[in-house]
């Protein structure tokens, strides 16, 4: 891929000879004469330069300053905001006549990638080109990323059209809006606390922040103590090295603390503090370290009961507290499976690549009979068994397996046996039902009923003398 580079220097010799050099080394060169040009070039030409070499001292003004009004108007792109300026993930390298340590300090604490003395060796300036250059790459990747992420983790990517679901985009959408400092999502498990997190990351102000996600459930205390907080190398057996905590690597952006309602007590009053003081303390540190975090927490159980009864802190529980969002449960919105269950059928049909397009009516009113105890993730996990067995494009019914459905002999074909697996059948009875079933399809002939098992004669006699069925000899 070809690379833009985009030239200002008012030299016409020093600015052809490297723009020729450039354009041999295969780059696409814009060549600019002073900032007017380069204004030009950026805003109405809408070029996209990867790097920018610049003189410092230009007829019509100083180029730090320009590169300062660039670098402070990168916005984000979504329905409501303006694209980022052009030019705003390039690196700069610059090039005066005279130097001086203001101007260079002035430089690198913009952002800018080097400081040049004319005139300047080409070799050394093609190896500054060519890191800032692999610097540029990495930044420009990050910001489509995080683009990409913005786009698809808007309000509307919580689908539904019951008024709870539009209650719960509508307030995800003010809090985007607003830089809160914390925030509790509860609901059941399964009903997109994950997803609501990262909206309100993506959408927010911190959206070209790290977005940090731990399961406190999913770690052992001391575990869960190391990795939030950070140590220091000997801090305990085995800390070899420094570790830099999730809430260091999270400053600047969001922390999402999925399960926080299982964190110890005693972690909870060293996040607390974390939380006043906007400061950090390591594992066998001596010193605290500034850190500026969002803290998202989410728990599938009633945080403000256990705090009232002294099974989690209060204090903390207040703190976070400053918005609370509840997602409700699926069979509280059974509406919503009218856009959930095309787009999970969607979805897993690109990545199976299978062709499920009609969902028969008695398929639809099994699922919107069901409970849903999983909530969407139990729907999801649902759709992807269906579709990924799915022979055709209608919708295969009896993969549902979902309470009400016909008994597991109204679900056997001629291929295979088909089990519930919702608890309604106990393993020794689903036993019991294979072996019988092999048999009658083998006319009651034992080898040939182990033959289809894979067993044994003997394993498959001891099984039929204990369920007490039938053999011929």
Known sequence: MIETLLIIEDEKLLGSELSRHYR?????????????????????????????????????????????????????????????????????LFLTGYGNVPDSVRALRLGAYDFLEKPCDLERLD???????????????????????????????YVGHSQQAKNIRQLLLRLT?????????GGESGTGKGLAARILHYGGSRAQQPLIEVNCAALPRELLESELFGHEPGAFTGAAGRHRGLLEQADGGTLFMDEIGE??????????KVIEDRKVRRLGGEKEIQVDVQIVAASNRDLEKMAQDGSFRADLYHRLSVFKLILPPL????EDLDELVPLFVAEYNAKAGRQ???????????????????????????????????DGPTF????????????????????????????????????CFIIKTALER???NLTAAARALGATRETLRYRVRKYNLKISD
Not at 402 to 423: M, R
């Open 24 to 92: 041999q080394s295969g780059w696409d060169v814009a060549l600019a004469t002073n900032l007017a040009e380069a204004k030009e070039l950026l805003l109405k030409k809408k070029i996209e330069p990867l790097l920018i070499i610049s003189d410092m001292n230009l007829p019509d003004g100083n180029a730090l300053d320009f590169m300062e009004k660039i670098k402070s108007d990168i916005t984000y792109s979504d329905d409501t905001k303006k694209g980022a300026m052009p030019g705003a993930h390039a690196e700069w």
């Open 442 to 444: 083998a006319d009651n």
């Open 331 to 334: 069979r509280e919105a059974v």
């Open 396 to 431: 295969p019914a009896q993969w549902l397996q979902l309470p009400g459905q016909p008994s597991v002999e109204a679900l056997q074909t001629e291929q295979g046996i088909w089990l519930p697996l919702d608890g309604s059948m106990a393993l020794d009875d689903m036993d």
């Open 127 to 157: 190896l500054l080109v060519a890191s800032a250059a692999r610097s540029a790459s990495v930044q420009r990747r990050v910001a489509d990323q995080t683009k990409h992420r913005h786009r698809r983790y808007s309000p509307a990517a």
């Open 177 to 185: 809006e607003v830089p809160f400092s914390a925030l509790i999502i």
């Open 356 to 390: 499920v397009k009609d969902i028969p009516d008695a398929v639809w009113s099994k699922l919107k009979a069901h409970y849903w105890p999983g909530n969407v993730r139990e729907l999801r996990n649902v759709i992807e068994r269906c579709v990924l067995f799915s």
């Open 263 to 272: 964190m110890p007590l005693d972690l909870q009053s060293k996040l607390l």
